[in-house]
């Protein structure tokens, strides 16, 4: 199938605990997003990557640090986990430069104790 | 800055009624204007997309418009159904690729 796919699709850890979420798409898209829903249900950008290279970065704590081995794969790192960070992390991806939209992951749902 | 917004936050219709859902945005320099739906506990499905050229967009029950001039788009559905139950979320795209969303409409459509 093709898609944006993240890992893990549910994550419940201890405040202070380091921890990662892996989003992959085989859609041959150039640039990749991670997005954040808080308890309101409110999506706010958090970072944007273009082949590899960092192209948007939001007021995000520097606990924040995503990671772009490929054009394919963005991963999310979290260091010191806050309870603040429980939300539900949304990856997506979309060809640069074409008229199509945003395809996004299914989300991680983050729940920090 | 750009901002979005989304009215009502909440909407509940019998079933076989047509309605809209509103989308208002205060810059006018958006690049594009996409509607998904968002089901409880799900990611997002993009339903339509509208160009900054463009008027509007129809797929199946759906039809969304883009008015610039005014700063808003309206998503219309045709013939309701329960399946059509979810939160609709527009966002409007910028030059540098951001995404800025609504809060979303939650529809609760009854049989």
């Known amino acids: 199938d093709t898609a944006v796919s993240q890992t893990p699709k549910y994550l419940v850890t201890q405040m202070g605990n380091d921890k990662s979420i892996k989003c992959e798409q085989n859609?041959?898209?150039?640039?990749m997003y991670w997005y954040k829903q808080d308890s309101k249900k409110f999506l706010k950008i958090m970072f944007s990557?273009?082949?590899?290279?960092?192209?948007i970065n939001e007021t995000v704590p520097n606990r924040f640090s995503p990671k772009s081995p490929d054009k394919a794969h963005l991963n999310l790192h979290i260091n010191s986990l806050e309870l603040g960070d429980s939300a539900v992390y949304f990856c997506?991806?979309?060809?640069?430069?074409?008229?199509?939209?945003?395809?996004f992951g299914s989300g991680t749902r983050l729940t920090v104790v | 800055k750009q901002e979005v917004t989304q009215i009502p936050a909440a909407l509940s219709v019998p079933e076989g009624e047509n309605l809209v859902l509103n989308c208002s945005f205060t810059?006018?320099?958006?690049?594009?204007l996409q509607w998904f739906r968002q089901d409880p506990g799900k990611g997002l499905t993009s339903l339509l997309l509208?160009?900054?050229?463009?008027r509007e967009q129809t797929s199946g029950r759906l039809n969304a418009s883009l008015d610039k001039s005014s700063g808003r788009s309206t998503l219309y559905i045709a013939a309701s159904q329960p399946g059509d139950s979810a939160t609709y979320l527009c966002?409007?795209?910028?030059?540098?690729?951001?995404?800025?969303f609504g809060q979303g409409t939650t529809l609760q459509v009854k049989p």
């Open positions: 997506a991806s979309r060809s640069e430069g074409s008229n199509y939209g945003y395809t």
């Open positions: 810059d006018s320099a958006i690049y594009n």
């Open positions: 966002a409007s795209r910028s030059n540098t690729g951001k995404l800025i």
């Open positions: 509208i160009q900054s050229s463009q």
């Open positions: 990557y273009n082949n590899k290279e960092l192209i």
């Open positions: 859609l041959g898209h150039d640039t």
